[in-house]
T-cell receptor, first 118, second 111 residues
């Protein structure tokens, strides 16, 4: 249980184009989804938190107009990198958190998407 | 806000030797603690987690971790390392709708 998928697993695009990455919770409803970014040999940095049906909350320093996040349903969140540039090349990882009555809602991670912008 | 420190950036051990990866956290309340492993180009795999109860937690692949509140630590251990354990290891502390990762420790296993 608690499986999260991401699509695509890798993508190469030209500078100036937009890329959409999907994150799906396959066997549970995710009230909250998270998007992380990981540069080579570095840790995961939280980019934004999204709750189904509401606007995402972005971490300081993350451009909301560049990284568009949509959490339209309880099983799907999308991250769109708009007008991508080579510096946006990175490993993007999503996680999903089901609502539970307990105080802590564990995050389950997707396998990641490798974005390369030429 | 919570934070995690992994003091060792890179550790090398011989195959068959024991392993301990250090993790220290800062959090005002009872922490939810995790260890993840990441192979090159792959996503995160959960090794083990601590929410409450027994402070010695058993995980997958023969790993265990001990929560020590007095030392704010959650060190990961394995009695005998295998070559396939070479990877990046991340400690994380979680709160409601928030999770912070350490910088990671890269493990190299010598034959």
């Amino acid at each position: 249980g608690a499986v999260v998928s991401q699509h695509p697993s890798w993508v190469i695009c030209k500078s100036g184009t937009s890329v959409k990455i999907e994150c799906r919770s396959l066997d549970f409803q995710a009230t909250t989804m998270f998007w992380y970014r990981q540069f080579p040999k570095q840790s995961l940095m939280l980019m934004a938190t999204s709750n189904e049906g509401s606007k995402a909350t972005y971490e300081q320093g993350v451009e909301k107009d560049k990284f568009l996040i949509n959490h339209a349903s309880l099983t799907l969140s999308t991250l769109t990198v708009t007008s991508a540039h080579p510096e946006d090349s990175s490993f993007y990882i999503c996680s999903a958190s089901p609502w539970t009555p307990t105080a802590y809602n564990e995050q389950f991670f997707g396998p990641g998407t490798r974005l390369t912008v030429l | 806000a919570q934070s995690v420190t992994q003091p060792d950036i890179h550790i090398t051990v011989s195959e068959g030797a024991s392993l301990e990866l250090r993790c220290n956290y800062s959090y005002g309340a009872t922490p939810y603690l995790f260890w993840y492993v990441q192979s090159p180009g792959q996503g995160l795999q959960l090794l083990l987690k601590y929410f409450s109860g027994d402070t010695l937690v058993q995980g997958i692949k023969g790993f265990e971790a001990e929560f020590k509140r007095s030392q704010s630590s959650f060190n990961l251990r394995k009695p005998s390392v295998h070559w396939s354990d070479a990877a990046e290891y991340f400690c994380a502390v979680g709160a409601v709708n928030d999770m912070r990762f350490g910088a990671g420790t890269r493990l190299t296993v010598k034959p």
